[in-house]
Nanobody, 123 residues
Framework: QVQLVESGGGSVQAGGSLRLSCEAS????????MGWVRQTPGKERERVARIDSDGYTDYADSVKGRFTISHDNAKNTVNLQMDSLKPEDTAMYYCAADPEVVPGTCSDDFGYWGQGTQVTVSS
């Protein structure tokens, strides 16, 4: 199993940047698919970005070109750099992980979740 702890959320004005970090412990997370998922009350959960063990990434259309997900294997962390933030990016952001059954392939969902970190973007 893997434990996930997020950090880096906060409040920022539109157009600003934030960097979220997710520290993983408990297992060799390098064999896991890692991702960030956001949730706003009254809206469906949205997978923002994910990265597999080969470093392949994919993003929601709503954040393409603005958000970047990356591994920092030396620190056992997965980061989400968020630039050009918009008010509609306001949400609780959760780090998530799932073991890869086939190396380099992510499943459609995640089995492990962090506690979440709030991001608020004001106009």
């Amino acid at each position: 199993q893997v434990q996930l702890v997020e950090s880096g959320g906060g409040s920022v004005q539109a157009g600003g940047s934030l960097r979220l970090s997710c520290e993983a412990s408990g297992s060799d997370y390098s064999t896991y698919c890692m991702g960030w998922v956001r949730q706003t009350p009254g809206k469906e959960r949205e997978r923002v970005a994910r990265i597999d063990s080969d470093g392949y990434t994919d993003y929601a259309d709503s954040v393409k070109g603005r958000f970047t997900i990356s591994h920092d294997n030396a620190k056992n962390t997965v980061n989400l750099q968020m630039d050009s933030l918009k008010p509609e990016d306001t949400a609780m952001y959760y780090c998530a992980a799932d073991p890869e059954v086939v190396p380099g392939t992510c499943s459609d969902d995640f089995g492990y979740w962090g506690q979440g970190t709030q991001v608020t973007v004001s106009s």
